[in-house]
């Protein structure tokens, strides 16, 4: 099974976002930046993750992305499904039926044997995403990755992330 490079930088970005505070937003060129990808190419991507809720864009001079929920509930299949979509990596085309003899639909009743194996295959590997969570991969960097490596991630967020404004600063004081 192959997956588009789409995918990698996917989770890389999300795995990043998972490290802003707070509410605090990562620009979308700074995350292209950071792993030496095209802007435009990752703003597909990441566009992607908005659209199925995994990432939220917020725009504005201090805008940019951030997680839309807690890492912890972000799996793996998440963010493939939102890259690659929900259909099956294998499709059969039922080419058995395309040979010179030309048989009744009724000789092919059962289901492909061929369609069935990769359709478990698939759901095994389904399975398995689903069980990582985003917070899982962060965690394993932090404890298993280069601390070189780690402690130049850390710096990049901290040096790239934006802060939000709190909502009440921009609500009107109580009147008493």
Do not use: W
Not at 18 to 45: I, N, Q, R, W
Not at 103 to 129: F, H, Q, T, W
Not at 136 to 145: C, F, K, P, Q, S
């Amino acid at each position: 099974m192959k997956l588009g490079e789409g995918v990698e930088a996917a989770i890389h970005c999300a795995s990043m976002l998972a490290s802003v505070e707070g509410d605090a937003t990562m620009p979308g060129a700074a995350m292209a930046e950071s792993f030496g990808l095209s802007p435009s190419y990752l703003l597909k991507h990441l566009n992607m993750l908005s659209a199925a809720r995994i990432l939220e864009s917020v725009p504005g001079p201090a805008g940019g992305y951030r997680l839309a929920r807690p890492a912890e509930r972000i799996t793996l299949l998440d963010i493939v499904l939102a890259v690659e979509g929900r259909e099956p990596a294998f499709r059969c085309g039922e080419i058995r039926r395309n040979g010179p003899v030309k048989l009744d639909a009724s000789a092919y009743v059962k289901p492909c044997g061929i369609n069935a194996a990769m359709l478990k295959a698939e759901r095994a590997y389904r399975a398995a995403l689903a069980e990582t969570k985003l917070s899982d991969i962060v965690a394993d960097y932090a404890t298993e990755g280069d601390p070189r490596s780690f402690a130049a991630s850390c710096a990049f967020v901290a040096r790239h992330q934006r802060p939000q404004k709190s909502s009440s600063i921009l609500q009107p004081p109580k009147q008493t």
